[in-house]
């Protein structure tokens, strides 16, 4: 059954049958991106491409990346999250107040994801029961749970003591001399939940409820249990990537993360996830976390003051918005599209 | 000068990615009279009215209003030219008051501020034209369809037009509706309006026209003064749909009624309905007709898992009642093909990605894996046995609208439907295409399946249907099977509820 010809005769169709254009996969542009920036990099300033640099820069993305991944799927179902950066540091902050009264760190890494999760849940039955957009019920859950961790936290730093050969040690080390743990982690489960998008009957749920999610209901597909496993997924993430912030920091401040959701949001949209739902690239979304990360170090190469990242983070944005809406305008003009149903 | 038409429209083609929808369009209207433009739909009267409204602008052709050439790239060019346009769908706010309805987008100003008073002043006496009493303060949603549908074409007339068009405008009308309509439009004529009148019941058409011009496969194929319309000329148009429908195939015996599986419905009550009983059986179709709000919708609703019945006893050949939710009615092969077709498709994906929809998407069984591969394979095999020309990676979008509806279809033929739910299936879609889907009906009847299939367009429903439930304000108002099954009989059915002897007054019947 793995290769059953996928191209037989078609009846009647000789006369009309669509030539195949060569079509660029959706990674294209933010593989393009990245070989650019590296390229400026490389031109500031050599010594910033060798390996050391590379792998402290995929380091820096490991974390938001996290995020991008969950919210590569939560894109690809035509919805937003806006608490990911949230749920991030709450879990961090739970993880790390239970190191701190005395749990095993292991299983203080096991229930700050599923405390992530958790909270995805709330927001995917949320999401459900009020029948209202993702974006619009995470903009308050957003709220309340960097309100939550700022109780829990009572506003400061919190540094579990270390411990040796814990789970949270081990994170902040490195494999192979050079390359970070998180790096690795990141990249394994990016490409595994790369294969999850395209190739299972979850990823093809999520898809088909982004491309349209009438039609979705309309063919039996459980819509309300996807949608809520996704902000499910997207929770566990955070959680994850809160816990690996705690590891490999050994502490979590306030303000850690605030800007994660929207860094992760603009990493996808650079790696060709469409904000129209229905498809996405979980491995464009790690190229595009690799540019955002890239430019912010080529700013400060460039000698650019700090307070201007945050400047250039909200361009960026703005920029992926704009080339995601020209895409589809010029798509759909080619097809004809947008008058529909204009026959008869 | 009075005397060339008022308008011209010479050799009009348009065309929408491949589908040609105007070929060669001509049309002549002259002034102070009614030109009647039938057709199928998918036939371009639609198509027509918005190039002349404005909303789509022509590949080629010349069209001349008023003596000079008009080109009409806007519906802001069509008003200022003095077109008035009532649409299908004539895009009236129910939310807001009827006032405001009446003046979207051009509300008088005093002061700077809309008055309301100015707005009442100037309808006033449109209004008691038009015989409409009602509460111009009122949302535009408590109004009735027919008083909605003169609203429609009052608020196209505040703005003076010299050509008024109407699109299909009594759709949503039962005959009352539809004789007030007239009334109002022959006034209208009496003091000089010009109007085209596009609809696909040729009896209405005839009732009100003094030219017309039928339509078929985006061209004109005949136009004529009505009187001039002899009576061989006549039942040729009415004929144009004989060869529409396939003959009947008898694939199940009949004989043996009582092993066939059966949907057996009794007392059903949900959404309007109220104490619904049938039975259907396998290998047979059951039309379901019924104006909006009759109930039909909701019945398809109930029974595809959409609404939740208050009273179910429904049995369906598994054994089992409703099912409660879209997914458990797919996973029990219960199927339901919407003309509509933003329910059924998702367009910016792959006609492989649209077939699995049900096979992977809703079942939870089988592999947990999605195979491309496997997806292509199952795109071809039913774009061969469909015909659908394309191939299984093109975008589902770019399909024709029948290519569309197509693709829809084969998404549940992939999982063997036991029961098939039709709403409206062949709306909008051009008449090869709608061949080859009742041919597609027929044939899953004749396979065993249970097939209900609601239309609006009566003639689709006789002429497949083996029998035909009329629906009329929630209850089941008859059935009518075998000789009894002609348009005037059901449409008395489902206006009035009641079958009258010799209606012979009735005189709608549709083309299509």
């Known amino acids: 059954m793995t290769r059953t010809d996928t191209a037989p005769p078609l009846a009647g169709s000789a006369n009309r049958r669509p030539g195949r254009r060569i079509r660029l996969p959706a990674e294209t542009g933010a593989a393009v991106g990245l070989a650019a920036m590296l390229g400026l990099l490389g031109w500031l300033q050599p010594s910033s491409v060798d390996a050391a640099n590379l792998s402290s820069l995929l380091e820096q993305a490991a974390l938001p990346g996290l995020l991008a991944i969950g919210m590569v799927f939560v894109l690809a179902m035509r919805e937003i999250d806006l608490s990911a950066g949230a749920v991030f540091h709450l879990t961090a902050t739970f993880a790390a107040l239970l190191v701190v009264a005395g749990m095993n760190p292991w299983l203080a890494a096991l229930a700050g994801i599923a405390a992530g999760a958790g909270l995805g849940l709330i927001n995917g039955l949320l999401v459900i029961a009020l029948r209202l957009p993702a974006l619009l019920v995470t903009l308050g859950t957003w709220w309340m749970i960097q309100g939550l961790s700022l109780v829990v936290g009572k506003g400061q730093t919190i540094a579990p003591p270390g411990a040796d050969g814990s789970v949270l040690a081990t994170l902040s080390g490195k494999a192979f001399v050079i390359v970070p743990v998180t790096g690795i982690v990141f990249v394994v489960l990016a490409m595994a939940m790369h294969v999850v998008l395209h190739r299972t009957r979850f990823g093809y749920r999520v898809q088909a409820v982004g491309s349209n999610p009438r039609a979705a209901a309309y063919a039996g597909i459980p819509t309300g249990k996807v949608r809520v496993l996704t902000l499910v997924l997207m929770g566990a993430m955070a959680g994850l990537a809160g816990v690996i912030h705690l590891g490999a920091q050994g502490a979590i401040a306030p303000g850690d993360g605030g800007t994660f959701a929207l860094l992760a949001i603009t990493a996808a949209i650079i790696g060709g996830t469409s904000l129209s739902g229905g498809n996405g690239s979980v491995i464009g979304a790690v190229i595009g976390m690799l540019v955002l990360q890239a430019i912010l170090s080529a700013m400060t190469l460039l000698g650019v003051d700090a307070i201007w990242a945050a400047f250039a983070t909200g361009a960026l944005i703005v920029l992926a918005l704009a080339i995601d809406r020209l895409v589809n305008l010029w798509r759909n003009r080619r097809a004809g599209h947008g008058e529909d149903n204009l026959l008869g | ?512």
Not at chain 2, 33 to 41: D, Q, R
Not at chain 2, 88 to 102: D, I, K, M, T, Y
Not at chain 2, 221 to 230: G, H, I
Not at chain 2, 360 to 381: C, E, I, L, Q, T
Request: aromatic share 4%; proline share 4%.
């Open chain 2, 1 to 512: 000068m009075s005397d060339s038409p008022i308008l011209l429209v010479r050799n009009v083609a348009r065309s929408f990615g491949g589908t040609v929808v105007l070929e060669d369009m001509n049309l002549v209207i002259e002034r102070g009279s009614i030109h009647a433009v039938v057709g199928e739909s998918g036939a371009g009267k639609s198509t027509l009215i918005k190039v002349l409204a404005g909303i789509v602008r022509p590949d080629s052709g010349t069209i001349e209003f008023d003596g000079k050439k008009a080109t009409i790239s806007s519906p802001n060019a069509a008003r200022k030219l003095g077109i008035g346009v009532v649409l299908q769908q004539p895009g009236l706010f129910p939310e807001r008051p009827v006032l405001a309805n009446l003046f979207v987008n051009r509300e008088p100003l005093h002061n700077g501020l809309i008055s309301r008073r100015e707005m009442e002043a100037r309808s006033r006496d449109l209004l008691r034209q038009l015989g409409l009493a009602v509460d111009v303060r009122a949302p535009l949603g408590d109004l009735g369809p027919g008083e909605r549908q003169l609203i429609a074409i009052a608020r196209a007339l505040l703005e003076n037009p010299r050509l008024l068009i109407l699109d299909d405008p009594h759709s949503a009308l039962d005959r009352r509706g539809t004789d007030r309509l007239f009334a109002v439009l022959r006034g209208l004529k009496a003091k000089g309006m010009s109007m085209l009148y596009a609809s696909n019941r040729l009896e209405d058409a005839l009732a009100i026209a003094d030219q017309l011009t039928v339509i078929r496969n985006g061209r004109d194929v005949l136009s004529k003064a009505r009187q001039e319309l002899t009576t061989s000329e006549e039942a040729m148009i009415g004929q144009l749909r004989q060869s529409l429908f396939p003959l009947p195939l008898r694939a199940m015996p009949t004989l043996a009624g009582t092993l066939r599986p059966q949907l057996a419905v009794s007392g059903l009550g949900g959404g309007r309905l109220n104490g619904i009983s049938f039975t259907a059986r396998a290998g047979e179709i059951v039309g379901l007709a019924g104006l909006a709000g009759s109930g039909v919708s909701d019945l398809l609703a109930l029974l595809f898992g959409q609404h939740k019945a208050r009273v179910s006893r429904v049995r369906f050949p598994d054994g089992d009642g409703l099912p409660k939710t879209r997914t458990e009615a797919a996973r029990r092969n219960i199927c339901m093909i919407s003309g509509e077709r933003g329910n059924g498709l998702m367009q910016d994906k792959s006609i492989a990605f649209n077939l699995a929809n049900v096979v992977v998407g809703a079942r939870d069984w089988g592999s947990r894996w999605y195979s491309p591969v496997m997806a292509v394979a199952r795109a071809a095999r039913q774009i061969e046995a469909l015909r659908i020309r394309s191939a299984p990676e093109t975008r589902a979008g770019s399909l024709s609208a029948g290519g569309q509806q197509k693709v829809i279809i084969a998404k549940w033929l992939e999982i063997g439907p036991q029961v098939v739910l039709f709403d409206e299936p062949a709306r909008g879609i051009d008449i090869g295409s709608k061949q080859e889907i009742y041919a597609l009906i027929r044939q899953m009847a004749a396979s065993g399946c249970i097939v209900l299939l609601h239309s609006r367009e009566l003639s689709e429903l006789t002429g497949l249907s083996d029998r035909i439930l009329a629906f009329h304000q929630g209850r089941l108002a008859g059935e009518i099977a075998g000789p009894d099954m002609d348009g005037g009989r059901l449409l008395q059915l489902i206006a009035a509820g009641e079958a009258e002897g010799e209606g012979r007054q009735i005189k709608l019947e549709s083309v299509a």
